[in-house]
């Protein structure tokens, strides 16, 4: 049995007081309205309207990420380039960025005259639009799954992979037969938290696509403008729901890490 030091009473004493305040905030987050008025926020039009924009707006970005993140993922684990740390440290750039930073990069370069006119002649337009929402969660996610897809490939052994090109396999025929079946947990745990992060993006999608009532609404966006309004109930329905698509993302997380 292990003895009870000061310092052993410390780091357990820490993460629990620690869980307990996160706990208070979350459990705050419910009480405050009541059952009816919850009820009552997420039957409302533009509650509707903002979860279904929300839904469509991040399952697309998602699927955006996880076209992008996955060779992006491999190159950055298994090929050898000039300039591969600048270009893995630009990709986690956004990571650090505050998301009102990045959105307003992505506005001023989506916004100049000559790459908005370009855009406009392919029927693309990402300033204050619904499909700039898109792109805000796009480059919001994509750093965390580039990440997550790169540290899964770094785990496998090469020694496989190394097998299979030596049976004449190209390495795209490995690649797609030996590598990404062996990463299959990483892939689901990368498009989970993409997914998530589309959900919660506000920043960046604020600053590129817009606040607007009911056009550009998102999520985050519906909590942001209730709160301005003084409508708590709103507001608060909003961050529950926010609440459990991040608490649900954790647990898959947690699981998935845990079977790799």
């Not at 307990?20 to 009552?40: D, F, H, K, Y």
């Not at 991040?58 to 270009?87: A, N, Q």
Request: glycine share 6%; aromatic share 12%; hydrophobic share 55%.
């Amino acid at each position: 049995m292990h003895r009870l030091t000061w310092f052993r009473l410390v780091l357990i004493t820490l993460p629990i007081i620690l869980t307990a305040i996160l706990l208070a905030a979350i459990i705050s987050l419910v009480l405050v309205p009541s059952p009816g008025e919850i009820w009552a926020s997420l039957l409302s039009k533009e509650m509707l309207f903002s979860l279904k924009l929300t839904v469509w707006t991040s399952l697309l970005s998602t699927f955006l990420v996880f076209i992008v993140s996955v060779p992006t993922g491999y190159s950055l684990s298994r090929i050898d380039f000039w300039g591969k740390s600048i270009v893995k440290a630009i990709i986690d750039l956004p990571i650090a960025f505050p998301e009102l930073v990045l959105g307003l990069c992505l506005l001023l370069l989506f916004g100049h005259p000559v790459i908005q006119e370009s855009l406009r002649a392919i029927g693309l337009d990402f300033v204050f639009t619904k499909q700039g929402i898109v792109i805000a969660q796009f480059f919001t996610a994509l750093p965390y799954a580039v990440r997550i897809i790169k540290s899964t490939f770094d785990f496998i052994n090469p020694r496989l992979e190394f097998v299979s090109r030596s049976l004449r396999y190209s390495m795209f025929e490995t690649f797609i037969n030996v590598s990404l079946p062996l990463a299959k947990n990483g892939l689901l745990t990368a498009t989970i938290i993409a997914f998530a992060r589309s959900i919660g993006t506000f920043g960046t999608v604020l600053i590129l696509a817009g606040g607007s009532y009911m056009q550009t609404e998102v999520l985050p966006i519906t909590l942001y403008l209730n709160v301005s309004y003084g409508n708590m109930p709103m507001a608060i329905t909003s961050g529950i729901i926010l609440v459990i698509v991040s608490f649900i993302a954790i647990l898959v997380f947690e699981k998935s890490e845990a079977s790799i």
